[in-house]
């Protein structure tokens, strides 16, 4: 338990997310994904990831009167957690959105709650996995929902319970490396409402997570709207000339640039590592010809630069994938066969590493 939290992001090479699992509501293969095993995180290592978030769901396993969490969730969790440890891979293990006890609750009327909940549950999943070594980090939240001062005043609350619960635990948890999330995991809400940070009695073992689907209409869009268009062409020397309407207008790789280095200059350049937890962009395969052709290429250099970027920058990017192989889906890994789907994608965001 030695390494600080920026020795520790200075090894992440590239993360990968098992998204739409262990956080699925109504169980892990609720959502459309298999069970995780361990040949699945064999072949997320080989294909070049280093590193596993793994959003979790705890409520649902919880006991809403005692706020005590199952025995038998407590074990599926460790787990998928040595699935990856064992395969010397480093893991951040978080409370999802979990129904929105916390994420949705950033409000002085939902504080003492929410804190007692936060406390519970962080006293229970640290102990039984206090024995992990330094490679299992945990994460406070995951997109908690912020917009004014006086809500980040009551997340910040809400980490520094989950601070001092993991702590309170002991053993190795006096040491582990503990992430924190920003307001909405937004780039620019971080920069200008978080102000400070919690108090942690271990010396530099915290990290900042932010999140990234910039711009939307690339990264997430799924139908024109009367205010704008999806976007499916993406960066310079990537456009259509055959369909203007759909060529990206802004969030390109400016902005892109612009972001990573303002959160650089605020937080890494003061001593606090950031990864960004979940980043990507749809795949939109229901295009045709040179359409799909011109914004599969677009994608692919998105997701280079992306990688590029903000490793250049010292944030550790973790590529969101919820396991779907459809059209507008992230999935690279088919989870059925443990093979990679999408080789592009994958050649792409692991040749941003470089």
């Not at 739409?20 to 070049?48: F, M, Q, R, Y």
Request: proline share 3%; hydrophobic share 40%.
């Amino acid at each position: 338990m030695n390494s600080t939290a920026a020795q520790l992001a200075a090894r992440m090479t590239i993360g990968w997310n098992i998204g739409n699992t262990l956080e699925a509501t109504g169980g892990e293969t609720a959502w459309g994904n298999p069970k995780v095993t361990d040949a699945l995180i064999k072949e997320i290592k080989k294909s070049g990831f280093n590193a596993v978030r793994i959003p979790c769901s705890w409520d649902q396993y919880a006991n809403q009167s005692t706020a005590k969490i199952k025995a038998a969730w407590l074990n599926r969790v460790k787990e998928v957690v040595k699935y990856c440890i064992d395969n010397d891979m480093y893991v951040i293990l978080n409370i999802h959105w979990d129904g929105g006890w916390l994420e949705n609750n950033c409000t002085p009327e939902k504080k003492a709650a929410v804190n007692a909940k936060q406390k519970a549950y962080w006293e229970q999943i640290a102990t039984y996995l206090r024995d992990f070594d330094e490679h299992l980090i945990f994460a406070s939240a995951n997109e908690p929902a912020v917009a004014s001062p006086v809500q980040m005043d009551v997340l910040l609350s809400y980490h520094q319970t989950f601070i001092d619960a993991v702590r309170s635990t002991g053993g190795k948890n006096a040491y582990r490396t503990l992430v924190i999330q920003g307001p909405s995991t937004d780039f620019d809400k971080t920069l200008h409402l978080m102000t400070k940070m919690p108090e942690d009695q271990a010396k530099n073992r915290l990290m900042l997570e932010v999140h990234s689907y910039t711009p939307y209409q690339f990264a997430l869009m799924t139908q024109d709207e009367k205010w704008g268009n999806q976007f499916y062409y993406w960066g310079l020397g990537y456009h259509s000339s055959a369909d203007i309407a759909h060529n990206a207008t802004w969030g390109e790789e400016s902005e892109i640039d612009r972001a990573a280095k303002d959160i650089k200059a605020k937080f890494i350049d003061e001593g606090v590592p950031v990864i960004i937890g979940e980043f990507g962009a749809i795949r939109r395969s229901s295009l045709v010809g040179d359409a799909l052709n011109r914004h599969l290429n677009a994608r692919a250099h998105y997701l280079k630069y992306f990688v590029k970027q903000a490793k250049a920058d010292g944030l550790v990017p973790f590529y969101w994938d919820e396991g779907r192989l459809g059209n507008n889906s992230f999935g690279v890994f088919n989870r059925q066969t443990n093979t990679v789907f999408d080789k592009q994608a994958l050649d792409s965001l692991i040749c941003g590493t470089n």
